[in-house]
């Protein structure tokens, strides 16, 4: 751990002259230029959680020199957000759901985030702002899924946060509310009994839990968790896939396991966004699929989340891969997670052609002349299983 001054694990650290003191940058870093482009914040929680000055944990909020560095391809707003603005704080990309920035603020901010350009701006959405963004949603009825964002949702008071919730629940076609956060991990003293009652409502609540290092998930972080889990709170968890923190099938085997035993579904591994500044936390998207290739012959599904990739502009979310099927000679080839190929083919267009068995029988290669996977459940030998390619 770094020496911390008397007291100094209960306050947040937002300027460079604190971290300095912290040991967490060398004294006179130099990066005043750096500090008045993209806010400075680091929660006591990760302070605590630092073991050294360039760990990964460290190295998502202590700013840094390549923060100078702008590529050709860095983005403003990379994802969009402005773009795609149908009220004050309202961003809809997709027809059923909408995103609700509700606060610009946050309990830390990270050197990597695609809103770094804004948040810590401002503060909660101002009432005239809101009221217009819930007149909007409660106008269209194709809506039925919000995700509160920001900043980060739960650094809102929970009475104002409980208000802000109450208001869009009230709204007869919105189904689900979620909440994308990374208060239960980076301030997770704010999970008390007010924050678990503002999530109390009669529609779904899902709680999305923003964490990228098995480091980060203290005893404290884990049982804030718990106390979500405890009153019901569906939980899922989204990391940001970044060079130098955990760019490794090790750093994310880690971190997948210690938040499926804290009954946290992994959800997204996201690909870095092209945020202005964060282009050395960028890795290449076959890096990525790499990683996950391994990943997938080391964990279970409930373990892995779907790599991901916000094409810029606001264009959607897409996954990216590996690929483990591509058009083959006899429909598909198949290719599983220890590398070995498969052909697979698809039903003829003719589905009671074997009754209750799936796909049709059709001519091709002898089923029995390769060891395949064998007939499953309520499927016949007739049917073909499918076989290793050569
Ligand atoms: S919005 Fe999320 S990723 Fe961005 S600075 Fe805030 S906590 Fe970090």
């Known amino acids: 751990m770094t020496a911390l001054p008397p007291d100094a694990d209960r306050r947040a650290l937002t300027d460079l002259a604190g971290l300095e003191a912290a040991g967490l940058l060398p004294a006179g870093s130099g990066l005043e230029d750096v500090a008045a482009a993209f806010r400075i914040r680091l929660s006591p929680a990760m302070r605590a959680a630092i073991a050294a ?7 998502q909020f202590v700013p840094s020199a390549a923060e100078r560095i702008v590529g050709p391809d860095d983005l403003a707003d990379p994802i969009g957000d402005a773009a795609h603005e149908v009220a004050p704080g309202l961003t809809r990309r997709y027809p059923d759901r909408a995103i609700l920035a509700v606060t610009k603020a946050c309990e830390v901010y990270c050197r990597f985030c695609f809103r770094r350009e ?4 401002a503060g909660p959405l101002p009432e005239a702002g809101l009221a217009e963004a819930l007149a909007w949603l409660a106008r269209s009825p194709e809506v039925r899924e919000v995700i509160l964002t920001g900043g980060d949702p739960m650094s809102l008071s929970p009475r104002r946060l409980g208000e802000v919730l109450r208001r869009l629940a009230a709204i007869p076609h919105i189904e689900v509310l979620r909440l994308h956060t990374r208060v239960p991990v980076v301030a ?6 007010a924050m678990l009652a503002a999530l109390d409502l009669p529609c779904a609540v899902w709680v999305v839990v923003h964490t990228n290092h098995v480091a980060e998930l203290a005893p404290a972080a884990l049982e804030a968790l718990s106390r979500l889990n405890r009153a019901g709170v569906p939980l899922l968890a989204q990391t940001v896939l970044l060079r130098g923190v955990n760019d490794s099938a090790d750093a994310l085997e880690a971190l997948f396991r210690a938040l499926l035993r804290a009954r946290v579904k992994p959800y ?11 282009g050395h936390f960028r890795t290449t998207i076959a890096e990525g699929r790499a990683i996950m290739a391994e990943l997938r012959r080391r964990l279970s599904g409930a373990a892995l989340p779907t ?11 897409v996954p990216v891969g590996p690929a483990y099927i591509a058009p083959g000679p006899e429909g598909w080839t198949v290719t599983d997670p220890q590398g070995r190929r498969h052909a697979y083919a698809d039903p003829d267009p003719a589905p009671d052609a074997c009754p209750g068995a799936g796909p049709a029988p059709r001519p091709g290669p002898d089923p029995d002349a390769s060891p395949g996977p064998g007939p499953g459940p309520g499927r016949e030998a007739d049917c073909p299983p499918a076989r290793p390619l050569p």
Do not use: Q, S, W
């Open 53 to 59: 000055p360039d760990d990964p944990v460290a190295r």
């Open 118 to 121: 804004t948040v810590g701006a």
């Open 307 to 317: 790599y991901v990739l916000d094409i810029p502009g606001g264009f959607g979310k």
């Open 188 to 193: 997770p003293e704010r999970i008390d009994a």
């Open 268 to 278: 997204y591994l996201h690909h870095c966004d092209r945020a202005r500044g964060a």
